[in-house]
């Protein structure tokens, strides 16, 4: 019965697939899987010829509980003589070895030396996290030697996470193996066809970063990697069933403690521990690059003056000495903000918020940590170096902003490149008679009442018309 449907779904999903094809993978004959396809339903339960007169009223009893409750010959034993069985065991054993299915054999495991292969795939779960379900995306990379396995997290399934993911897998490894191991999915395959085969350019870019070659699964081959496939259930009923968390963070911790476990227990095919065989593929491995896959991490964002970036309508602190420069963000896990320098180091990390208009402000990204004091320094000397005597108005609006001072003298540093000088103190010292220290109230000024001018040369229009040669003083362009 099992294997009239494992043929089935084969013929079905894969009409490529020839009945001999079918029948090598399955270790079957050519004739048995022709069979299988003509017929329209499942096989009917036959009765054994020259069965025992003891067994004769158990004889289906003994069909259902071996395989619909897949029970052992022991457990049916007890049953049937429960019922009233009172034939001997040998007699019972001799009738259930006939009838038993012998396991199939749908594939010949296919060892790699070290370093030669690892696997990656994933899969997603509904878990319980603070009291509510919540789906989370989990991926496992094993390196095929040792069978080191690292697990990973997100609650997104895009490129980003899944590339993320593999470059965790891959550096926590501390090695590049030969070829990784991946399925057809849209991020690593843009044409799976055998006649118009096309890998996603970016993965190529990836594998081109990391030094390894890529190598996919067949449609409908699950198979062919089956050490990064069968962990999954191991997963499942060791770590996901009847466990909750009481936050993300909580459940990524308890990954990567279950991912310890994992590799410190006996593997069933190499007879060791992973964390013993690692060193041995280790030394197999290529070295890891000087840094980072950077095209994940595409968006740039401009550090304000006061150490924040904005991201989807909330800024986040970023450490001081990155004011008003340039820095990668990226998305990790889909759950965190993630900073990195133009030499690609991680310099701050953020849970994402999901709410608008917030600030999020880490106190150690700023100078003497407190009230970000070292930092609101900077900016009153680079503000009284165009108005060095207005230390008043400086001090005034420190006391009165003293959560977020360093943004409003900033964004008023940022204007003064906008406005003459003479109306600047105008707007400073209309800020000192109404006791308000907003940049708002500066910028708004400043634009209703400015008095400056732009001298533009006059130029003559007649019905001659005659190009001139007009030239202006660089200073007239500054103005704007």
């Not at 003459?420 to 008679?433: G, S, T």
Request: aromatic letters at 14%; hydrophobic letters at 30%.
């Amino acid at each position: 019965m099992e294997d009239w449907v494992t043929i089935q779904t084969l013929k079905k999903h894969n009409n490529s697939l020839s009945n001999r094809e079918i029948g090598r993978l399955l270790g079957l004959s050519h004739n048995t899987v022709k069979r299988a396809i003509e017929n329209e339903s499942p096989p009917e339960y036959e009765r054994t010829k020259k069965i025992s007169a003891s067994l004769l009223p158990f004889e289906e009893v003994i069909f259902k509980m071996l395989n619909v409750n897949k029970f052992k010959g022991s457990r049916i034993l007890e049953e049937i003589v429960s019922k009233g069985y009172s034939g001997s065991k040998s007699t019972f054993y001799y009738y259930y070895q006939r009838i038993k299915q012998k396991p199939q054999k749908h594939y010949k495991p296919y060892e790699t030396s070290p370093g030669e292969q690892s696997q990656f795939d994933w899969s997603p779960y509904t878990v319980t996290i603070d009291g509510k379900l919540a789906k989370v995306i989990i991926f496992s990379y094993i390196n095929g030697f040792s069978r080191y396995e690292v697990l990973e997290a997100s609650v997104t399934e895009n490129q980003g996470s899944v590339f993320e993911a593999l470059e965790k897998g891959i550096i926590e490894s501390r090695g590049v193996p030969s070829r990784i191991q991946t399925d057809n999915a849209k991020v690593f395959v843009k044409n799976p066809s055998k006649n118009n085969f096309q890998w996603n350019e970016r993965y190529l870019h990836f594998c081109g970063h990391y030094g390894f070659e890529p190598s996919r699964s067949l449609p409908v081959h699950p198979w062919s990697k089956g050490k990064v496939e069968k962990p999954f259930q191991y997963v499942e009923n060791h770590f996901i069933a009847g466990s909750s968390f009481e936050s993300f963070e909580d459940f990524l911790s308890k990954l990567k403690k279950f991912q310890k476990k994992v590799n410190a227990r006996v593997h069933s095919s190499t007879k060791t521990a992973p964390i013993d065989l690692i060193s041995r593929e280790e030394d197999s491995f290529t070295d890891l690059p000087n840094t980072r896959y950077v095209g994940i991490k595409e968006e740039i964002r401009k550090v304000s003056l006061d150490c924040l970036i904005s991201f989807n309508g909330n800024r986040y602190s970023v450490p001081w000495h990155f004011a008003g420069k340039q820095v990668w963000i990226r998305i990790s896990k889909g759950y965190f903000l993630e900073v990195y320098s133009q030499s690609n180091k991680l310099v701050a990390s953020h849970q994402l918020l999901l709410e608008k208009g917030k600030v999020v402000i880490e106190n150690a990204h700023y100078r003497g940590n407190n009230q970000r004091g070292g930092n609101f320094e900077r900016l009153k000397q680079k503000f009284l170096e165009s108005f060095p005597s207005e230390e008043e108005f400086v001090e005034k609006l420190k006391a009165q902003k003293r959560i977020n001072a360093n943004h409003q003298l900033s964004k008023i540093i940022e204007l003064i490149e906008l406005y003459r000088k003479e109306d600047f103190y105008e707007a400073i010292n209309k800020a000192l008679v109404y006791n308000v220290f907003h940049s708002s109230f500066i910028a708004g000024y400043l634009e209703k009442n400015f008095k400056q001018t732009f001298k533009v040369s006059a130029i003559k229009i007649g019905c001659n018309y005659k190009k001139e040669n007009i030239k202006r003083e660089l200073k007239e362009y500054q103005l704007f």
